[in-house]
């Protein structure tokens, strides 16, 4: 059976990652940096050395890559790509900073853009970080860099991945899914990956 990465998965399991993902055809393996999340591998996304080269069919972020610095994110990409398997794929999703900005221009910085469960978010919460958990001590939750669509499809080319598909959604959902395949795919092939991997609808 075909086995995915959940990188930074926190408490998050299976059935919250993808619809792709979230069936009997895949084995989840979690790694996250806290180990009081129970992941399976205590790692970061800068140095998973306790992670095989090429032992993973899949490997899913989701709103992890933000919260490195900048100088960072190549290295962190390398990992990802250095676990893959030859035929692997990386799905991954961050906050879009376009769409982000474009409250920020209308001067809603601290205007409630939607409602979480966890309570309003604010365009200054995806931009630098979820405020009410960092104010807890939480500066895991802080936010270091940011993409958008164009920034994200040229840094995971950069990175060594052949195809980048991506797209992005605005209000209530401000954030940027991309799949990209460390071997080359067809059009019809990114296109059948997106449409098991990607959320349907804006």
Request: charged letters at 20%.
């Amino acid at each position: 059976m075909p086995v995915f990465l959940h990188v930074g998965c926190g408490p998050k399991r299976k059935n919250q990652t993808t619809a792709g993902f979230n069936t009997e055809s895949w084995i989840e393996k979690r790694l996250d940096i806290d180990p009081n999340v129970q992941p399976d591998i205590v790692g970061t996304m800068t140095d998973m050395s306790a992670v095989t080269t090429e032992s993973v069919d899949a490997l899913f972020s989701s709103h992890n890559i933000e919260h490195l610095y900048p100088h960072e994110v190549p290295k962190a990409l390398s990992e990802f790509h250095r676990v893959l398997t030859e035929e692997g794929f990386l799905v991954i999703t961050c906050p879009d900073l376009q769409a982000v900005c474009a409250l920020i221009a209308e001067d809603k910085l601290t205007e409630a853009a939607y409602q979480s469960p966890a309570g309003p978010i604010a365009p200054i919460d995806i931009l630098y970080g979820y405020r009410p958990s960092m104010a807890q001590g939480n500066l895991y939750m802080a936010h270091r860099c940011g993409f958008t669509q164009k920034v994200l499809t040229g840094t995971l080319l950069s990175a060594g991945f052949k195809n980048v598909a991506a797209f992005r959604r605005t209000h209530p959902f401000y954030d940027i899914w991309a799949i990209a395949s460390k071997s080359e795919r067809t059009e019809t092939e990114l296109r059948e990956l997106a449409g098991a991997h990607f959320p349907k609808g804006n």
